[in-house]
């Protein structure tokens, strides 16, 4: 049965950091791209950042360049976002994705509020 378990949201007052972790049992994460999601309230869940299987690329949305950084643990089946330089906009929950497959996290709330 294949799992992902989010961790790491909380309360941050803008400009904080946070690091958020997926751990994924039941499959093999090394072989797929992954990538976090999030949805903040009213609005669609959107794409923030992937990552391909050994590293070689990773790809974020212009809302989240060069602030957010997307890693993996391939040995421990964990997939990482380092989030700085938080915003207020930032707020919502943040879910981790095996691949383009329907497996996901429960989410994380993060909420970027003074």
């Known amino acids: 049965q294949v799992q992902l378990v989010e961790s790491g949201g909380g309360l941050v007052q803008p400009g904080g950091s946070l690091r958020l972790s997926c751990v994924v049992s039941?499959?093999?994460?090394?072989?797929?791209?992954m990538g976090w999601y999030r949805q903040a309230p009213g609005k669609q869940r959107e794409l923030v950042a992937t990552?391909?299987?050994?590293?070689?690329?990773?790809d974020y949305a212009d809302s989240v360049k060069d602030r957010f950084s997307i890693s993996r643990d391939n040995a421990k089946n964990t997939l990482y976002l380092q989030m700085n330089s938080l915003k207020p906009e930032d707020t919502a929950v943040y879910y981790c994705?095996?691949?383009?497959?329907?497996?996901w996290g429960q989410g994380t709330q993060v909420t970027v509020s003074s």
């Open positions: 994705r095996l691949g383009s497959s329907n497996y």
């Open positions: 039941g499959t093999l994460s090394r072989f797929n791209t």
């Open positions: 990552i391909t299987p050994g590293s070689s690329r990773t």
